[in-house]
């Protein structure tokens, strides 16, 4: 952030110009809750992810919901209330793997009428 300019900044913070700038002059406010908050969400954008693997709920039908999109296998539909971790396949599909021992795995095609 000191390399930036104080508009720049202000604009990745989500901060006024002025506050930015006073802020690099040593100003410090007796309630700094929303420069905390800003400067916490500004590091979670930037925060290296960890895992590619995300749970999701299987639904009716065995449809996994992920991304604005429904996701299924038939051999999920026995599975409804269970929950799946999941990964994106190299081809672009998803790949669910049971929590349960022995884990089993799923690839997950689009579902069109979900």
Same mark, same amino acid.
């Given at each position: ?6 508009? @720049?900044?202000?604009?990745? *913070? &989500? ?16 309630? /700094?809750?929303?420069?905390?908050? @800003? ?6 954008? =930037?925060?290296?992810?960890?895992? &590619? ?7 009716? &039908? &065995?449809? %996994? ?10 051999? *999920?539909?026995?599975? %409804?209330?269970?929950? =799946? %971790?999941?990964?994106? @396949?190299?081809?672009?599909? *998803?790949?669910?793997?049971? =929590? ?6 799923? *690839?997950?095609? /689009?579902?069109?009428?979900?």
């Amino acid at each position: 952030m000191r390399t930036q300019s104080p508009t @720049a900044a202000a604009q990745a *913070l &989500g901060l006024a110009r002025r506050t930015v700038a006073r802020l690099r002059d040593g100003y410090w406010p007796r309630n /700094p809750e929303k420069i905390v908050r @800003a400067w916490r969400t500004y590091a979670g954008h =930037l925060a290296e992810q960890r895992s &590619g693997w995300f749970l999701r709920r299987v639904y009716a &039908g &065995g449809v %996994v919901r992920h991304a604005r999109a429904a996701w299924g296998s038939p051999a *999920l539909a026995a599975r %409804v209330g269970q929950v =799946l %971790v999941c990964t994106r @396949a190299a081809d672009g599909a *998803l790949l669910a793997q049971t =929590l349960a021992l022995p884990a089993e795995r799923f *690839l997950l095609a /689009p579902v069109t009428n979900a």
